[in-house]
């Protein structure tokens, strides 16, 4: 996903129907996993392509997630005709992740630098503008690109994780693989016991600050007040892949 970092954001609602909203669900694995770390909360997740739509719906039925269902639409529809207003306690919002450019000159880095021919990358940076008012949350994720996040206005907290805690992070599998199953708002310390033991670093961002996140650190962001952003991706793309080493809980970088 994308993002101020790339999961995406989420506005917390006040006073709601104990319904819990993502939108944007793409096939269902963090609406799922969610949804059946707390049982007694309801989720609804929304996907505009009806194929994800129809994947999604059939991932938290299979899975036996009686919480959890799935509508196809816009957000337009769901926000403004089919939801009644106070019926949500929050909203999370998945980007899909922006759109690449081809390998271009420019290494920002080591790492850019001996990325291969074939490796997509960004020389001029990708501009997202997010925008949100207070309680928007971006799920803890991280992105394949080196990100600086510009708060323009209100404050936002951030949290960061270094990538060598990624095992702790409990990482979504597939395509997904760059979000945590773990809801930082409500952590379910049964489902991800070795969560709370992870290191972080974390702080406040205020109008006129700039935060460097390095590429594949894992970070969370949650709005404080109205907030305006605007980050910048660049540099060569790499994922985390689990290591083949004995223990099987090791993640290393890859193009």
């Known amino acids: 996903g994308g993002g101020e970092g790339g999961g995406g954001e989420g506005g917390g609602g006040e006073g709601g129907g104990g319904l819990r909203f993502e939108l944007g669900c ?60 106070g019926s949500l306690d929050a909203i999370y919002v998945n980007h899909p992740e922006p759109p690449q450019q081809a390998a271009a000159p420019g290494a920002a880095d080591a790492a850019d630098a001996a990325a291969p021919a074939e490796c997509e990358a960004r020389s001029s940076p990708l501009a997202s503008a997010w925008l949100g008012g207070k309680g928007t949350v971006s799920p803890l994720h991280n992105d394949p690109y080196h990100n600086l996040l510009a708060q323009v206005e209100g404050h936002k907290y951030v949290r960061l994780y270094a990538p060598r805690h990624t095992g702790a992070l409990y990482p979504l599998p597939g395509d997904r693989c760059n979000a945590s199953a773990v809801n930082l708002d409500a952590p379910d310390e ?33 709005s404080l007040s109205p907030a305006f952003s605007v980050s910048f991706m660049w540099g060569a793309r790499m994922g985390l892949r689990r290591s083949t080493d004995a223990s099987g809980d090791e993640f290393v970088a890859d193009y």
């Open 190 to 222: 049964g489902a991800f016991p070795r969560f709370g033991a992870a290191p972080y670093s974390h702080a406040v961002l205020r109008p006129g600050e700039l935060l460097h996140i390095p590429r594949l650190h894992w970070h969370y962001v949650r």
């Open 26 to 85: 793409g096939l269902g694995e963090w609406l799922e996993a969610q949804a059946s770390g707390v049982p007694g909360v309801r989720w609804l997740g929304l996907e505009l392509m009806a194929r994800r739509a129809y994947a999604a719906a059939a991932r938290v039925a299979l899975s036996g997630t009686p919480n959890a269902a799935v509508l196809i639409g816009s957000a337009a529809d769901a926000l403004g005709r089919w939801l009644p207003r």
